[in-house]
């Protein structure tokens, strides 16, 4: 049975306003693209891995996923985030998944290894790990394994939602502190915790 990767993004042109203070909107572009294609390249060199999902209401960015192997489904309306996560899984499960690993495209330090830490709990199922955010607020990965075992709650305070779902259901929780998922990019801030190159991504 696959293991899939979500991966939901939000339009390339219009993602990250929070940041407009500190960097053009043109450069915002081109940085959700670069870090979407980031995201995808290290998922696909991942054998764990067997599908990765692109999740979004901008066809560019659905057609960058599609030309970089991924597949691919379009939002519309205004359903939400978990709204169209849970449509992603229920997708993932009618094709036979064994689990689910949520991840966001804006985290710049991605690294396969630490995925991999991760992904090792999937071989003890039913589980729910998770990686938070560098203030243990945000969900920065979510191995939820089968795919179905928690409603998902993503949102502000989404890391202490998501463990309080897992109690609720008794459900095993792993709490996966990893250096290169901790940064996602949301304020000024995060982005002067990057090294230069990173800031204004081509």
Known sequence: MALWAIIPVKPLRRGKSRLAKVISAEERADLNQYLLEHTIQVLTTMAEIEHILVISRDTEALALARDMGARTVQEYGSPGLNTALTRAVEIAKSYGSCGILIIPADLPRLDAEDLRRILAHRKQPPVVAIAPDRKKEGTNALLVCPPDLI???????SFEKHCQAAREADIRLEICDLAS????????????????EFRTKE
């Not at 409603?151 to 305070?157: M, S, T």
Request: glycine residues 8%; without cysteine.
């Open 181 to 196: 998922l901790e940064l996602d990019l949301d304020e000024p801030e995060d982005l002067a915790l990057l090294e230069p």
């Open 151 to 157: 409603e998902l709650r993503y949102g502000p305070g």
